[in-house]
T-cell receptor, first 113, second 116 residues
Framework: QQQVKQSPQSLIVQKGGISIINCAYE??????FPWYQQFPGKGPALLIA???DVSEKKEGRFTISFNKSAKQFSLHIMDSQPGDSATYFC????????????WGLGTSLAVNP | GAVVSQHPSWVICKSGTSVKIECRSL??????MFWYRQFPKQSLMLMAT?????????EQGVEKDKFLINHASLTLSTLTVTSAHPEDSSFYIC????????????FGPGTRLLVL
């Protein structure tokens, strides 16, 4: 059972455009929602994360929007650049459950120059 | 800079041999280490969770006798793939967390294993 559903599976955006990736979760016990960026052959790197007590968090060109009632959160990449081309994973964690990360299936983002 | 290292970064071995992968936390005490496996174009699959000084907890479907995990110190965890076979070829990644650091989620750079 996929507890965190991520969409789209792949995304193509023009340079300067906005990339939007969506995730939905089921377990209301989750209390931490990170996004990871992974380049081919590399381990994932934490991009940005949010707790459920806020509805939005922004760090540079990256913004997480969080809708607790809908159990959805999304990543917005503003002014997308070719260097942003990577696979993005959303995840959710219950800090009380041995800190296991529950992963989305990933979104492959390609930003065309 | 990197706070979690893995060694080796890639390894090629013959079928039937054992391979050890090390995961080190460089500037913090990793009380919990997670080991993942990732196949091409797929998400990370959690294999096991290990707490320092305790036996690892394996996820369903992961053979504990095949994937031996040792977390003997607060800075080092090892994953040994015993009697490796071609189907074990994958990208293995560790994640380390420590006291007060659970939100930080440091991942290692990964180890590419190819079993011939």
């Amino acid at each position: 059972q996929q507890q965190v559903k991520q969409s789209p599976q792949s995304l193509i955006v023009q340079k300067g455009g906005i990339s939007i990736i969506n995730c939905a979760y089921e377990n209301t016990a989750f209390d931490y929602f990170p996004w990871y960026q992974q380049f081919p052959g590399k381990g994932p790197a934490l991009l940005i994360a949010i707790r459920p007590d806020v509805s939005e968090k922004k760090e540079g060109r990256f913004t997480i929007s969080f809708n607790k009632s809908a159990k959805q959160f999304s990543l917005h990449i503003m002014d997308s650049q070719p260097g942003d081309s990577a696979t993005y994973f959303c995840a959710a964690l219950n800090a009380g459950n041995n800190r296991k990360l529950i992963w989305g299936l990933g979104t492959s983002l390609a930003v065309n120059p | 800079g990197a706070v979690v290292s893995q060694h080796p970064s890639w390894v090629i071995c013959k079928s039937g041999t054992s391979v050890k992968i090390e995961c080190r936390s460089l500037d913090f005490q990793a009380t919990t280490m997670f080991w993942y496996r990732q196949f091409p174009k797929q998400s990370l699959m959690l294999m096991a969770t290990s707490n320092e000084g305790s036996k690892a907890t394996y996820e369903q479907g992961v053979e504990k006798d095949k994937f031996l995990i040792n977390h003997a110190s607060l800075t080092l965890s090892t994953l040994t793939v015993t009697s490796a076979h071609p189907e074990d070829s994958s990208f293995y990644i560790c994640r380390a967390t420590g006291p007060g650091r659970w939100e930080t989620q440091y991942f290692g750079p990964g180890t590419r294993l190819l079993v011939l």
